[in-house]
């Protein structure tokens, strides 16, 4: 089970901080990746991070989103600096089995991960 929280109201600039709780899982056998849904548009990878540590960004947040994870505390992270009027969005953690601790694998396809936690909601004002 995952669950996703951290959303909230911020003005153009600012920054918040997402967190996925996981449960139930081995996380050193997952990948990790946040996935943001705005208004009438289709959900977009947003990042992701592998078993090993590996990162893969959208182009959209580069520079300005850092995903991260602790697996002892079976958390998961995205911060997000700089928040545009266009990162407003409901945003979603998923998990997929990556097969080993070392694994490299990222995604930023959401058919590629079978376990979603339920969104939270950012919104940044202009």
């Known amino acids: 089970q995952l669950q996703a929280c951290g959303g909230g109201v911020v003005q153009t600039g600012g920054s918040l901080r997402l967190s996925c709780v996981a449960s139930g899982y081995n996380l050193a056998y997952y990948a990790i990746g946040w996935f943001r849904q705005a208004p009438g548009k289709e959900r977009e990878g947003v990042s992701c991070i592998s078993s090993s540590h590996n990162t893969t960004y959208a182009e959209s947040v580069k520079g300005r989103f850092t995903i991260s994870r602790d697996n002892d505390k079976k958390t998961f992270y995205l911060q997000m600096n700089n928040l545009k009027p266009e990162d407003t969005a409901v945003y979603y953690c998923?998990?997929?089995?990556?097969?080993?601790?070392?694994?490299?694998?990222?995604?930023?396809?959401?058919?590629?991960?079978?376990?979603w936690g339920q969104g939270t909601l950012v919104t940044v004002s202009s």
């Open positions: 998923a998990a997929v089995w990556s097969g080993s601790p070392s694994s490299i694998y990222t995604s930023l396809s959401q058919r590629d991960f079978r376990s």
